[in-house]
């Protein structure tokens, strides 16, 4: 009953988009149906494939010269092992679910979607993930090495798709586990590319990550002050969360991983049961992300797998319990390096919504303050702006060179979740180098002419 509905409006978005692309191109058929959809092969021995949805941007010029012209953006979802259609359905694609007044489930316009003026290319990752095929559970990669050849392959493959992706400019994004992901990936790109022919190259232009992981034995060390400093643990719960923090720390500098997974998971579950909170994606409440299991009953169904070119035997889970034990001991590795490198050599924006227990503001900013790069002085020491969207304030913005990094006010874990209008102002005028984003040097230009 529930999906009945679903599969009606998708097959009525389907039959729009089929009469649509017979005549001529409707942005309603684009939006609502993925632009492209199925399965980029990873290693073409054992058959494993990541799945992909993608949608090109709803508004775009209509020849090919100036969509040659427009950004793509790649979006994955971090876990380990959770799938990009959550992302894509619950977050930042253009059509979300939510409950509709009868209790059914329905599929509504997002008005924050990251496809508005740029492609949005959705990667199940690592393979094993959401409808992403590992051909066996040993395929499934246990380092980020592994997790970034495979999706090397598979960029690379989604562009050799359209003869005109070749020339767009590629952003990666990915929250919360996914900064090791988009970390690992963008490295791998840089350090790749000089090898390959010009025609070859990823044309990488930049990476964001959300409320991300990338150097966690710095980030672990953050709740306990955190929290009690928001009045959600007395001094004591302080002092025992502190001993948990201090023990996941000592297991990661002994290299002793899957420990220090499970120590940092102890550190996590304590502070849930001393708030109270049914997950720690928001302190303020616990919504995030109550409705996400609609997407499953979504992707339960046959015919909404046929139109994505999935088969009907793949069962759907939101994440994967497969992969995370397979990436269970990469989990406290730091990327901080790889970080340290990419700022050099292309643009970063970091970004948490401001009431994330998880990947917190303090706990990114803990990493930076110790990143090991010529200008972080001038970073550290640039003001913070207020930032607004349609005369409200939505956040604060501090950039310095390639580095930006964003607050984003009333937000949790999964930023587009709580401001999804917001979160798009801000991928949009990082993106395109606009407002509080734009070179501080271009615009005194600017005003001397
Ligand atoms: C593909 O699978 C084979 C057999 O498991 C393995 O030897 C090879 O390294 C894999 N290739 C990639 C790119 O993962
Ligand atoms: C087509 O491309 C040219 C060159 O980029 C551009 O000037 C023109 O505005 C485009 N036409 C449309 C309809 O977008
Ligand atoms: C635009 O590019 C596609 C291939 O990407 C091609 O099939 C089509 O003919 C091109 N259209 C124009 C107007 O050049
Ligand atoms: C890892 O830490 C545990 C304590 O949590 C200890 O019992 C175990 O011996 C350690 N393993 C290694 C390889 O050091
Ligand atoms: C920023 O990135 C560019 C490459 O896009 C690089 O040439 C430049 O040196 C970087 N700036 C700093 C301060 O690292």
């Not at 309603?28 to 054992?46: M, R």
């Not at 496809?115 to 051909?135: C, E, Q």
């Not at 990550?209 to 953050?222: A, K, S, Y």
Request: net charge negative; glycine share 6%.
């Amino acid at each position: 009953m529930e999906s009945k509905k679903t599969i009606n409006l998708l097959l009525f978005l389907t039959f729009l988009f089929h009469i649509h692309t017979l005549s001529s191109a409707s942005i309603l058929s684009k939006e609502a149906h993925p632009t492209k959809s199925g399965y980029l092969p990873v290693n073409a021995t054992t058959g494993s494939a990541i799945f992909y949805a993608f949608y090109e941007a709803q508004q775009h010029p209509t020849n090919n010269t100036s969509l040659s012209q427009t950004p793509l953006v790649i979006s994955l979802n971090g876990g380990p092992g959770c799938s990009s259609m959550t992302t894509n359905f619950y977050e930042l694609g253009p059509w979300r679910v939510a409950p509709s007044l009868n209790q059914n489930l329905e599929l509504q316009p997002n008005p924050g979607s990251w496809n508005r003026i740029f492609g949005l290319l959705f990667l199940d990752n690592p393979i094993g993930t959401g409808f992403s095929i590992a051909s066996t559970p040993e395929e499934i990669p246990t380092d980020q090495e592994a997790v970034a050849r495979h999706l090397f392959i598979a960029i690379r493959k989604f562009i050799a798709l359209d003869p005109s992706f070749k020339s767009r400019p590629i952003y990666i994004t990915g929250k919360s586990y996914a900064g090791k992901y988009v970390s690992s990936i963008g490295y791998y790109i840089l350090k790749r590319n000089p090898l390959l022919p010009l025609s070859q190259r990823v044309n990488l232009h930049g990476l964001a990550i959300g409320n991300g992981l990338v150097d966690p034995e710095t980030q672990v060390g953050t709740h306990a002050l955190q929290s009690y400093n928001l009045g959600l643990i007395n001094e004591k719960q302080k002092t025992q969360l502190e001993k948990l923090q201090s023990e996941a720390i000592q297991l990661t500098k002994a290299g002793n991983w899957s420990d220090a997974t499970d120590a940092r998971d102890n550190v996590l579950s304590f502070l849930q049961k001393a708030t109270g909170l049914a997950n720690l994606f928001d302190f303020r409440t616990d919504l995030d992300p109550s409705e996400s299991y609609l997407v499953v009953e979504l992707l339960k169904s046959p015919e909404v797998k046929r139109e994505l070119g999935v088969d009907e035997s793949m069962v759907y889970e939101m994440c994967s319990d497969v992969v995370r034990a397979a990436l269970h001991s990469d989990k406290m590795k730091s990327v901080r390096y790889k970080v340290e490198y990419l700022v050099k050599n292309t643009k970063l924006l970091l970004f948490e919504g401001q009431c994330d227990l998880q990947d917190s503001v303090v706990s990114v900013e803990s990493w930076i303050k110790k990143m090991k790069w010529e200008v972080l002085q001038k970073f550290l020491d640039a003001e913070r702006d207020v930032w607004n969207v349609n005369g409200v304030v939505a956040g604060y913005v501090q950039k310095s060179d390639n580095l930006s990094h964003v607050v984003v006010n009333g937000a949790g874990h999964s930023v587009s979740v709580y401001q999804p209008v917001n979160a798009q102002a801000m991928i949009e005028d990082w993106i395109l180098d606009r407002g509080l984003f734009a070179n501080k040097d271009t615009q005194n230009l600017f005003m001397d002419l």
